[in-house]
């Protein structure tokens, strides 16, 4: 549904996006797998849990760093308030 909602407003995404993590000389073709890229610029990470909030906040800074990109999010759909489950991340 949220990838219907993205191309009706004509908004430039990638799903579950393939991201290689570099290890000394060598590149792996696995890597982790990014939930969406959004305009080749942010890293969003989707979850539905709680009680973890760290734990995922870790890894969104993590991965958002690996990709090489600047800005990551982490959305949690697991709160009454959305505004509660998004948090922002800026190398």
Known sequence: MLAYELKLRSINF???VTVPIPYKDIEP???YRADLIF???VVVELKAQRDKKDIFQA???INTGLSGHKIG???N???KRMKDGINRFIF
Do not use: A, I, M, S
């Open 73 to 75: 999010l982490l959305l």
């Open 14 to 16: 990638k799903l579950e």
């Open 29 to 31: 073709e696995t890597g």
């Open 39 to 41: 305009e080749n610029k």
């Open 59 to 61: 890894r969104t800074l």
């Open 77 to 79: 759909f697991h709160h």
